[in-house]
């Protein structure tokens, strides 16, 4: 069963446009989330987080926000760069344990 | 650099070969997670350790997969028999664990490809 979902398998964004990346999670367990951002050939690169007690989190041009009566997670990113062309992945903790991955989003940021 | 490293960064090897895969953690970290990931999907856990003990496996971890982290600082993946479906990108990720309250954000390393030919 898939406990982490990312339906969109990609997106395509204007650069100094926003990108919303979205996420949909079954487990009511889970209490931590983070975001993961890979490169081709590279290990995933930890971005952001947020805990289950908090309905945002916000570093520099990446904002994270929860809700937790519908599951659902997102990132956003303000304003999108072309650097940020990337694969992110979702995650989803229990207990500070392993991590249960969605199968990501492809973003690319045209100029 | 302080980060998380792999070696190899590439094996290929023909089925029913052993395989050997070694991970160095950040060095301050005590836990340590082996994650597999295939083409198109996110990573999937695979065992972690705290220290030198190993507290979790998942049903993914055929009998042909051991880990081991000796001395509560590197690890090694070792693959038996490797098989066609073992091909898939093996990530090793480290935290820090502290006073039984775990970290949640993990680091991960570059990875290590195997091809089973």
């Known amino acids: 069963d898939q406990q982490v979902k990312q339906n969109s398998p990609s997106l395509s964004v204007q650069e100094g446009r926003i990108s919303i990346l979205n996420c949909d999670y079954t487990?009511?367990?889970?209490?931590?989330f983070l975001w993961y951002k890979k490169y081709p050939a590279e290990g995933p690169t930890f971005l952001i987080s947020?805990?289950?007690?908090?309905d945002k989190n916000e570093d520099g041009r990446f904002t994270v926000f929860l809700n937790k009566s519908a599951k659902h997670l997102s990132l956003h990113i303000v304003p999108s760069q072309p650097g940020d062309s990337a694969v992110y992945f979702c995650?989803?903790?229990?207990?500070?344990?392993?991590?249960?991955f969605g199968q990501g989003t492809r973003l690319t940021i045209n100029p | 650099d302080t980060g998380v490293s792999q070696d190899p960064r590439h094996k290929i090897t023909k089925r029913g070969q052993n395989v050997t895969f070694r991970c160095d953690p950040i060095?301050?970290?005590?836990?340590l997670y082996w994650y597999r990931q295939t083409l198109g999907q996110g990573p999937e856990f695979l065992t972690y350790?705290?220290?030198?003990?190993?507290?979790?496996k998942s049903r993914l971890l055929s009998d042909r997969f051991s880990a081991e982290r000796p001395k509560g600082s590197f690890s090694t993946l070792e693959i038996q028999r490797t098989e066609q479906g073992d091909s898939a990108m093996y990530l090793c990720?480290?935290?820090?664990?502290?006073?039984?309250?775990?970290?949640?954000?993990?680091?991960f390393g570059p990875g290590t490809r195997l091809t089973v030919t």
């Open positions: 995650a989803a903790s229990g207990g500070a344990q392993k991590l249960v």
């Open positions: 350790f705290q220290n030198e003990a190993q507290l979790e």
């Open positions: 060095s301050e970290h005590n836990r």
């Open positions: 947020i805990s289950s007690i908090k």
């Open positions: 487990n009511s367990m889970f209490d931590y």
């Open positions: 990720a480290s935290s820090l664990a502290k006073g039984g309250a775990g970290s949640h954000e993990q680091y």
